[in-house]
């Protein structure tokens, strides 16, 4: 009988590409992969750091997996892992500490631990300027979009975000193996790219070659990707040369993810995010110029140290006033080893709370109105699932739609009516 292998992904979707690659590192050795509810012989959690809940939750899913199965070999990778190796080593029911290097040996290092040994801590230093860590994944389960990752690390040092500590510097992926991959999964039959990593816009940064916009490019020319999705941007890197060279490309989609943080200029300082209210905005309005009908989501974070309601109130009007589609909106959470932890004027968390709200109602109100404008328009969807009789899919610009279609409409590009609104961020949609 094989062995079993389960994993647990906490965090972004660069941490779910990784899981999937190490995955299919275990089933060519041979395990079969179950879920992690499930009992396994061997358990991979992938932490987050990037709040101090993902280090909860992070804790926590290590001593479930132990209760599952004592015997089992239990592994954390990740940002959490690699920025508190020691802090890990230490939780009750962890066999060994990976970090967010040198994935490509979990399998070899997981079949050599012995139950009773010594928690290993295999964690190297991120500081010392390693290279982009050849992680690829050959194919994935639902056959619709495929996330790749093309860059690790940032260079950014925001005052407020860990992430620098947990993957270093900037590393970006050899184009010719980017290429490589996406015509790997077009040819089993996915046809939308997501283009991803941990700073996406400073891909060629570090090796002075090619930019993201000569990535995306060389993707568009892969016969059977239909459609590429950036994940998120700043808005310094919405140049006029990156928006002339991709609108002129229409498998890219009309979504983007363009990080604002705060509408404050006093606040983006003291954040480090070395752009401007005003730039944001030139950047937004720019993007319209050349993509209409596009869709702007943004984060926010709420209750920065020293935000006054007046930051606060300006974070609220930007959003008005570029009609954002949704905000994903963040309470200030002081992370330990990064400068804002250690500033004074922390927010109370009462007024943390009420401002969140506050926020996530002006989203809710945003994402209604952007629906809204959509009503009677035909839409070109790619579906993906199906759910009480509803195919699910979405827009280029993201929105989901649900239709009613007796025929079998997954990873089909479809032509649609949208009628109305159906929740948050979906509407439904008829067949033309």
């Known amino acids: 009988m094989c062995k079993?292998?389960?994993?647990?992904?906490?965090?972004?979707?660069v941490n779910m590409y990784e899981t999937?690659?190490?995955?299919?590192?275990?089933?060519?050795?041979?395990y079969e992969v179950t879920d992690f509810g499930d009992f396994a012989d061997v358990y991979v959690i992938n932490t987050c750091t990037v709040t101090n809940l993902g280090n909860k939750k992070s804790r926590q899913q290590i001593r479930k997996a132990k209760r599952t199965n004592p015997l089992s070999t239990v592994v954390a990778v990740g940002c959490y892992a690699q920025v508190a190796p020691e802090e890990?080593?230490?939780i009750e029911g962890i066999n060994i500490v990976l970090g967010t290097q040198n994935r490509a040996s979990i399998v070899e290092l997981t079949e050599k631990y012995n139950s009773g040994d010594e928690v290993v801590n295999a964690v190297t230093d991120i500081s010392r300027k390693p290279g982009f860590e050849s992680l690829t994944i050959s194919n994935i389960k639902s056959r619709t979009r495929a996330y790749i990752k093309i860059q690790d690390g940032c260079n950014r040092y925001c005052s407020y975000c860990i992430i620098p500590y947990a993957r270093g510097n900037i590393r970006s992926r050899d184009?010719?193996?980017?290429?490589?991959?996406?015509?790997?999964l077009a040819a089993h039959g996915f046809k939308e790219a997501v283009l991803t990593g941990i700073h996406v816009?400073?891909?060629?940064?570090?090796?002075?070659?090619?930019?993201?916009?000569?990535?995306?490019?060389?993707?568009?020319?892969?016969?059977?990707?239909?459609?590429?999705?950036?994940?998120?941007?700043?808005?310094?890197?919405?140049?006029?040369?990156?928006l002339k060279r991709v609108s002129a490309l229409p498998k890219v989609c009309d979504h983007f993810h363009l990080s604002l943080q705060s509408g404050s200029d006093r606040v983006l300082k003291a954040m480090n995010r070395?752009?401007?209210r005003e730039q944001y905005i030139q950047a937004a309005d720019a993007l319209r110029r050349y993509f209409p009908d596009c869709a702007l989501t943004t984060d926010i974070i709420v209750g920065f140290p020293g935000e006054s309601e007046e930051d606060f109130e300006q974070s609220m009007s930007i959003a008005r006033?570029?009609?954002?589609?949704?905000?994903?909106v963040f309470p200030f959470s002081p992370k330990k080893g990064t400068p804002a932890a250690k500033m004074k004027c922390q927010t109370e968390p009462k007024v943390k709370s009420d401002r969140c709200k506050r926020l996530m109602a002006l989203s809710d109100e945003l994402n209604e109105e952007f629906l809204n404008a959509h009503k009677g328009r035909v839409c070109n969807v790619l579906f993906e699932t199906k759910d009480g009789?509803?195919?699910?899919?979405?827009?280029?610009?993201?929105?989901?739609v649900l239709c009613k279609s007796e025929e079998d409409l997954a990873n089909k590009l479809v032509k649609v009516k949208l009628t109305g609104i159906a929740e948050a961020e979906t509407m439904y949609g008829e067949r033309k």
């Not at 999937?20 to 041979?30: D, H, I």
């Not at 006033?321 to 994903?328: A, E, F, M, N």
């Open 88 to 90: 890990v080593s230490r």
């Open 321 to 328: 006033r570029i009609h954002l589609d949704k905000i994903h």
């Open 274 to 276: 070395r752009y401007t």
């Open 201 to 242: 816009a400073s891909y060629g940064v570090d090796t002075g070659k090619e930019s993201l916009t000569d990535v995306i490019e060389r993707v568009h020319e892969i016969e059977g990707i239909e459609r590429i999705r950036l994940s998120s941007m700043e808005p310094l890197a919405v140049t006029e040369d990156f």
């Open 175 to 184: 184009i010719s193996d980017i290429v490589s991959e996406i015509k790997g």
């Open 389 to 400: 009789g509803y195919w699910s899919g979405h827009t280029t610009n993201y929105i989901r």
């Open 4 to 13: 079993k292998v389960a994993f647990l992904t906490l965090g972004c979707k």
């Open 20 to 30: 999937q690659a190490m995955s299919e590192l275990f089933e060519k050795a041979g």
